[in-house]
């Protein structure tokens, strides 16, 4: 039998937070928990406040390496870099680019999974709205093709969990169908879906997603509610589950602190978008083909000279900064901020029963943060990473 290791900190758990509680791992597993005064041997000193590992489902790169270019390199460089912040699962996120270099990007990610460096694999295009592509590439943009969908799928090994469709595309509800069949979520995003079409698409297969909400979708009109309406009463009805990048620069607090106010940390799941240049300083850097311009911590497409605003780029900041702005930003409840950053993105993933809380049986994955929620250490699968 393997050895404990037992943790005393503060606790967040999937009830709410523990103030002087304990964890005990024995190998990769997570195999007893409690409050201090029911541990019946000795227990070190309190380290802190003790979190499930972070589980960020939309993450393009980080550390200066992307996940967008193919490159095996680059993959293990940007994982490595989220993995020692805190987020214990970190999913590669693709960008719209040619078939080729995003069969390629497909297959190097697969490839982490195998070697345990990536929990996933997350498609986020081709098949996008035009007029609401944000920083995807206008030039690889493409109808909804079902060639190309089982391309995809099958470069990933059966490990893409997730893609971003524009579901009012000529085509999109035939590729929504293929990627239910491959047990693949079809997010919606990047889209200019009505509320009827937004509802169909996260409701008709299981339980759904909108990517990154607001971001990349038209804003809600009261005669012409869209995207937004559809997933947000999807979500309140519990049948969807809502991307927020709440990082200070994608969204106001006041709006992230109102989507948790209507559908809760159940439904809410926290993203960072994050691009090379995550956890880096400013400068230039790539979004998949896109040439991306970082300033004051903001990405954002290098500006054209007819260009006012170029479009934000993806996100700088690590998921562990995300929860930090949540709590400390919007006045989200800690326990609520944590799910959303952990047990609801890897019920998206259907790893619920692995990992994402501090629950007795599960993988071994903690983060434990100081009182500003900074990360101090990050254990995954029973091994200390940091």
Do not use: K
């Not at 497909?106 to 195998?114: D, G, K, M, N, T």
């Not at 012409?224 to 106001?252: F, K, N, Q, T, Y």
Request: glycine share 12%.
């Amino acid at each position: 039998m393997s050895a404990l290791e037992v943790l005393r900190g503060r606790l967040v758990t999937p009830t709410g937070v523990l103030e002087d509680g304990y964890v005990a791992v024995a190998g990769d597993r997570i195999a007893d928990i409690g409050p201090a005064s029911a541990y019946s041997g000795e227990l070190p000193g309190a380290t802190g406040t003790v979190l499930p590992g972070l589980v960020d489902i939309h993450c393009h790169g980080g550390g200066g390496a992307s996940f967008t270019l193919g490159d095996a390199a680059q993959v293990s460089t940007a994982a490595a870099h989220h993995l020692a912040q805190g987020t214990t699962s970190v999913v590669a996120s693709a960008v719209t680019d040619g078939p080729a270099v995003m069969v390629a990007a497909v297959q190097a990610a697969a490839a982490a999974v195998e070697a345990g460096e990536v929990a996933a694999i997350h498609l986020e295009g081709p098949f996008l709205a035009a007029e609401r592509r944000g920083a995807q590439d206008p030039r690889h943009l493409r109808a909804p093709d079902l060639g190309l969908t089982r391309e995809l799928i099958e470069a990933g090994s059966g490990h893409v969990r997730v893609m971003t469709v524009a579901p009012e595309l000529p085509g999109a509800d035939l590729v929504i169908e293929l990627l239910a069949d491959h047990d693949v979520v079809a997010a919606v995003g990047h889209t200019e879906a009505d509320v009827a079409t937004t509802r169909w698409a996260l409701t008709s297969h299981g339980t759904g997603l909108a990517t990154h909400l607001f971001n990349g979708m038209p804003p809600m009109h009261h005669r012409d509610p869209g995207p937004v309406a559809g997933a947000l009463s999807a979500a309140a009805r519990g049948v969807a589950r809502v991307e927020l990048i709440a990082d200070g620069v994608h969204l106001a607090d006041e709006t992230v602190r109102t989507v948790f106010d209507l559908v809760g940390a159940s439904a809410v799941v926290l993203v960072t978008d994050a691009m090379a240049a995550a956890g880096m300083p400013d400068g230039d850097y790539q979004l998949g083909p896109q040439h991306v311009s970082v300033v004051e911590g903001v990405a954002r497409l290098r500006r054209r000279p007819d260009e006012e605003q170029p479009s934000i780029a993806g996100g700088t900041a690590r998921l562990v900064d995300v929860v930090r702005r949540c709590v400390h930003g919007a006045g989200i409840p800690l326990a609520d901020a944590v799910t959303a950053a952990s047990a609801t993105p890897a019920a998206v993933l259907g790893l619920d029963r692995e990992l994402g809380a501090l629950r007795t049986g599960l993988r071994a994955d903690l983060l434990v943060v100081d009182d500003d929620l900074r990360p101090l250490r990050v254990m995954r699968a029973g091994r200390w990473t940091r």
